[in-house]
């Protein structure tokens, strides 16, 4: 299966514990994204690597979330100090971002998502 | 903040008939588009409409974008069980050099009774 690949799957853990989350995005994309997304609600923007650049970072993303991409390859993101309301599914999408004329045609592929439960 | 607002948010429809669901949106848009998703899993590309485009298919999906009036529609044609899902439009925003992130809605739920 050559898609984007999460894990893991689901976490469940207590407050105040730090968790991390990987992603593998499909081998090709050069761009990589994390989104949030909670119950009944669309998923939002956290972060966004082109390589191993972070170009962009949501409002979303408190000091407690890190996320990295040292080989421009796989991504982690990291929460410390969990909170409740960090309760969510974390998901994570990839592109192949080419352009013409500074358009850019971003058509985006997403795992499966990691289901985080803080308790 | 959610820029794509879809119409209806639930739907429930015969196997067999078509669904049409609706998107509005705010900003200038690079591109915009369609996501399916099951209950509880990821989110599945459906459909790509460019700005400078007005109408696109894929299978039993069709996809329209009227820019003067910020909107897109998705229909599916003979709708089937396994179409039940919650369907997302996301559009792609336009700057000036870098852009990237896509910007959802909330979701239509979509029943196809069998």
């Known amino acids: 299966d050559t898609g984007v690949s999460q894990d893991p799957r689901h976490k469940i853990t207590k407050r105040g514990q730090n968790v991390t989350f990987r992603c593998d995005p499909i081998?090709?994309?050069?761009?990589l994204y994390w989104y949030r997304q909670t119950l009944g609600q669309g998923p939002e923007f956290l972060t966004y690597?082109?390589?191993?650049?972070?170009?962009?970072k949501s409002r979303l993303l408190s000091d407690r979330f890190s996320a990295e991409r040292p080989k421009g390859s796989f991504s982690t993101l990291e929460i410390q100090r969990t909170e409740q309301g960090d309760s969510a599914m974390y998901l994570c999408a990839s592109s192949l971002a080419r352009g013409l004329a500074g358009v850019s045609y971003n058509e985006q592929f997403f795992g499966p998502g990691t289901r985080l439960t803080v308790l | 903040s959610q820029q794509g607002e879809e119409d209806p948010q639930a739907l429930s429809i015969q196997e067999g008939e078509n669904a049409t669901m609706n998107c509005s949106y705010k900003t200038s848009i690079n591109n915009l588009q369609w996501y399916r998703q099951n209950s509880g899993r990821g989110l599945v590309h459906l459909i790509l409409?460019?700005?400078?485009?007005r109408e696109k298919h894929s299978g039993r999906l069709r996809v329209t974008l009227d820019t003067s009036k910020k909107s897109s529609s998705l229909l599916i044609t003979a709708s089937r069980a396994a179409d039940t899902a919650s369907y997302f439009c996301?559009?792609?925003?336009?700057?000036?050099?870098?852009?990237?992130?896509?910007?959802f809605g909330k979701g239509i739920t979509l029943s196809v009774r069998p």
């Open positions: 081998s090709e994309h050069n761009r």
């Open positions: 690597f082109q390589n191993e650049a972070q170009l962009e």
């Open positions: 409409i460019r700005s400078n485009e």
């Open positions: 996301a559009t792609d925003p336009y700057y000036t050099g870098a852009n990237s992130k896509l910007t």
